[in-house]
């Protein structure tokens, strides 16, 4: 456990300077050299790699190469086909949609890619134990494959979040004759179609990936494999890339960002993000994630206000300004600025006041100061960070103690509800259904805190059902108004997506949903 009473609270410093955006290293001009192996640093270890129980950012890194989706988004977030030919057909009352696929594309084990291969995955998305996928894919009464590459989703109400929650993990699609081997054993080996398919997997050291030349586009790829290194510092990654070990590397440090950019021979992509990193309060998860929430009994779980007062404590720009050097922004929503779901409600956040904040603990008749055990990650800069909201925090009332664990194992605390508060993020989706249900709804595969609002729920469910997009961001904005009275979740920042790479390689590429591309990335002629 980590202790800085000591430290002087964080002073608010100047509006952050604005940040240009670089999704892409891009191939075009440059002389591509076939064949190799690029190794990229990822700076913690995904969990199982498989698409209907995963829940790590880093898991969909290696995905990105295996798995491709029913859809996916470019640079500006929008929507693509990509094994779907065509954007969704939607009926008039918005319960049938149908999706044209592609008539080329084979899985890795020479399983054909058909109508039939979608229904199953879904299917299983939707039925199997432990799927986080299942609330993200909506009130789904029928699939079924309506001619041999056509496949028809039939709802019980509108749903439209559909096409987007397709352009993540819910849209990769899956070898049938996999799994029907593996079962639940599916992510040891993955079996997908993509440019690369699963090679081997070292726990807590490195996943690789080979060439699939099974590929329907192979010849858009180039490299022989990837390997994904496990770097969980910062500093390590960063000195991985100055020696070329490594030619890419994710999550680089605001500490290391601006010293990296001058440097001969080195590039960092840089993008904004859709997610956000956040404070979850366990106020019900009794019982483990999914589960009906129950009484925690404690003051932190029962009483609204003294959350409220520990957000009413936090200093967002300031923090994020100071501990990120100005390069993350400070957030209040799950919903992105940037997103056209956005509305002064969403943008909204409760005022600075840790006066006014300690005045609201001592109403409730807490102990002041209140003790408040919160997990993080060990990662460097996330430690850094909740050292200096543990000071930040103290005037308003709060003594808070850090507890620093894994990344994995802090995936698991969270599914187990074996915490009082814990520090993670989420990497965000361009539909805000995917930042907010499963997070917010009762019984949500994503529900850490356990939070159950009735009201919260009937509006997830409107916003929905509604294809209008200003009548869904005012139902989100409502949302975002009522978590900011329960604060369930306290939002904190966004940060911005910081990829390094070694300028003698390309077309690597990062998008506003922080997943880093390496599927048609290639080694490249040093330039004169």
């Known amino acids: 456990m980590l202790l800085l009473a000591s430290c002087a609270p964080i002073q608010a410093l100047e509006p952050a300077p604005e940040r240009q955006d670089v999704p892409a290293a891009e191939l075009d001009g440059k002389t591509v050299v076939e064949g190799g192996d690029l190794v990229m640093a990822l700076s913690a270890e995904p969990d199982r790699l498989d698409p209907t129980t995963s829940s790590s950012l880093y898991t969909r890194y290696v995905m990105q190469t295996m798995c491709q989706k029913l859809y996916d988004i470019d640079a500006e977030g929008k929507l693509a086909p990509q094994l779907a030919t065509e954007l969704p057909e939607i009926s008039a009352d918005g319960l049938t949609v149908t999706i044209p696929l592609r008539t080329d594309a084979v899985f890795a084990d020479g399983t054909p890619f058909n109508a039939e291969a979608a229904k199953a995955t879904l299917e299983r998305h939707l039925t199997l134990e432990g799927s986080t996928r299942k609330g993200e894919l909506g009130p789904i009464g029928s699939i079924d494959a309506i001619g041999e590459f056509e496949l028809e989703i039939t709802y019980e109400t509108p749903f439209a979040p559909l096409t987007a929650a397709l352009a993540d993990r819910a849209g990769m699609m899956l070898s049938p004759a ?250 965000g989706r361009i539909d805000p259904h995917g930042n907010m249900s499963n997070f917010l709804k009762t019984g949500g595969g994503n529900n850490y805190s356990g939070y159950s609002n009735p009201e919260v729920d009937q509006l997830l469910a409107e916003a929905a059902q509604s294809t209008d997009p200003d009548i869904r961001a005012e139902l989100y904005g409502q949302v975002v108004q009522q978590v900011q009275i329960d604060n369930p979740i306290l939002y904190l920042y966004r940060v911005r997506s910081l990829t390094g790479y070694t300028k003698d390689v390309a077309g690597v590429a990062t998008y506003p949903d922080g997943v880093v591309r390496l599927g048609t990335a290639a080694f490249v002629e040093k330039e004169d």
């Open 178 to 427: 996999a799994l029907e081997q593996a079962g639940t054993a599916f992510g040891d080996h993955p079996v997908c179609v993509g440019p690369f398919k699963f090679k081997d997997r070292v726990p807590q050291t490195s996943i690789s990936v080979e060439r699939d030349p099974l590929y329907y586009d192979a010849g858009a790829v180039h490299l022989d494999t990837i390997t994904y290194r496990i770097m969980t510092d910062a500093n390590i990654r960063a000195a991985n890339l100055r020696s070329g070990d490594v030619q890419v590397a994710d999550t680089i440090s605001p500490q290391d960002v601006d010293a990296l950019v001058q440097e001969e021979g080195l590039g960092v992509l840089q993008i904004g993000s859709l997610g956000y990193q956040a404070m979850t309060v366990n106020i019900g998860n009794v019982n483990g994630t999914g589960e009906p929430p129950g009484d925690l009994g404690t003051p932190l779980a029962q009483q609204a206000d003294i959350r409220r007062a520990l957000s009413m404590s936090i200093d967002r720009e300031a923090l994020v300004n100071t501990v990120f050097n100005s390069w993350y922004e400070p957030a209040c929503s799950p919903v992105s600025p940037d997103s056209p779901y956005a509305s002064e409600l969403s943008e909204d956040c409760v005022d600075y006041d840790p006066g006014a904040a300690r005045t609201l603990l001592e109403s409730t008749g807490a102990p002041v100061p209140f003790p408040i055990t919160m997990q993080v990650t060990n990662s460097p800069d996330t430690l850094r960070y909740a050292q200096a909201l543990q000071a930040a925090v103290s005037e308003g009332g709060f003594d808070l103690t850090i507890r620093p664990v894994e990344y994995s194992t802090l995936l698991d605390v969270q599914t187990r509800g074996d915490f009082e508060a814990l520090q993670l993020g989420w990497s």
